[in-house]
């Protein structure tokens, strides 16, 4: 398994393999660095050497055969005034490991055939099958780029890519330091600094798993607006472990309170309790329309807009997604 800055060299030295497999629970770390494969082409090339798929618009078993058969078209195809293609998969775990639709037959299942058809010859290769063949022996000037949330690693075309391919962790902080790194620089986008003993604390609540800590610092963030320096208070006050809902009632108002780590509490309560997203959406709509203030009001409820299209459009998780309105609404 490689790691995220041998990779970062292979792009910047143009000398990358035929197939990357990138993995980890850090969805924005996958996308950032898939990307980054663009800068193999030269800017003004791109458009015709890079492309770019999504396997979650594929929703059944024929769009996956489609998706498939494009996907190995445009890889065989020749660079164009280019030593290479570029064809990244996003969301590839919907292709390499789909989860089987209620409405799909048996026949529509892409499984691999083997034996001759009648008549003695050998039974026409499925979409899958195909896709193997290619993981095994790849076009040497296409490098195809799979980004993928968690696998199904007991799948043939899974344990392939693995073999094959050059697997890259896009998760996983090594140590305490690494992650400390990590947190005061993206910090400093935001023009803050933090404690070290906020640091400590974080850490011992989210690990070293970057998936967990990019969430709680977006949080942080938010609720530190105005401020200059992310404390040790701030972290025990919106980074807080999982606890029942006080009722009905309660998120609307610790919102209508400003109570940011009351509201977080019942946001984890109520998603751990499986209330979908959209009954709490709903409920922070109606907690906003009573807020003071004019202005409070107009961009609260644009905030909730916000939230509720990008739940919708699957721009991150809805845990984080809602843990966010909730400190913007309960911003000082």
């Not at 195809?77 to 037959?105: F, G, S, W």
């Not at 026949?107 to 195909?130: L, N, W």
């Not at 203030?293 to 459009?313: C, H, P, Q, W, Y």
């Amino acid at each position: 398994m490689s790691s995220v800055l041998e990779i970062r060299k292979q792009i910047k030295s143009g000398k990358t393999g035929p197939l990357y497999l990138l993995e980890g629970d850090d969805l924005q770390s996958r996308h950032d660095l898939a990307i980054e494969f663009a800068n193999i082409v030269d800017e003004g090339l791109q458009a015709f050497n890079v492309q770019s798929f999504y396997a979650n618009e594929a929703t059944n078993a024929a769009g996956r055969d489609q998706l498939i058969g494009s996907l190995l078209s445009n890889a065989r195809t020749l660079p164009m005034m280019a030593p290479r293609r570029v064809i990244v998969v996003h969301e590839a775990d919907r292709l390499l490991a789909p989860k089987r639709a209620k409405d799909e037959d048996e026949a529509d299942v892409t499984q691999p055939t083997s034996g001759k058809a009648s008549g003695g010859k050998r039974a026409a290769s499925t979409p899958a099958e195909e896709l193997e063949a290619y993981i095994e022996k790849p076009e040497p000037m296409t490098t195809m780029v799979f980004v993928s949330g968690p696998l199904d690693a007991n799948r043939r075309v899974v344990k392939l890519l693995r073999k094959h391919a050059d697997v890259v962790d896009c998760g996983t902080l090594h140590d305490p330091r690494e992650a400390a790194m990590w947190i005061t620089k993206r910090l400093e986008k935001d023009e803050l600094t933090i404690d070290p003993k906020a640091i400590s604390l974080l850490l011992s609540t989210t690990g070293l798993t970057l998936g967990r800590i990019r969430p709680e610092i977006e949080k942080l963030i938010l609720y530190a607006a105005g401020e200059s320096t992310i404390t040790a208070a701030h972290v025990k006050e919106v980074v807080i472990p999982q606890e029942e809902s006080e009722g009905t009632f309660a998120l609307m108002d610790a919102v209508q309170n400003a109570n940011a780590a009351r509201a977080l509490r019942e946001v984890s309560a109520l998603i751990d309790g499986e209330v979908q997203p959209p009954v709490i959406l709903g409920q922070l709509r109606a907690a906003t329309i009573r807020l003071r203030g004019d202005a409070r009001v107009k961009n609260g409820l644009e905030a909730v807009f916000r939230t509720d299209m990008a739940i919708k459009s699957s721009s991150g998780t809805p845990r984080h997604l809602l843990e966010c309105l909730v400190v913007e609404l309960c911003a000082r």
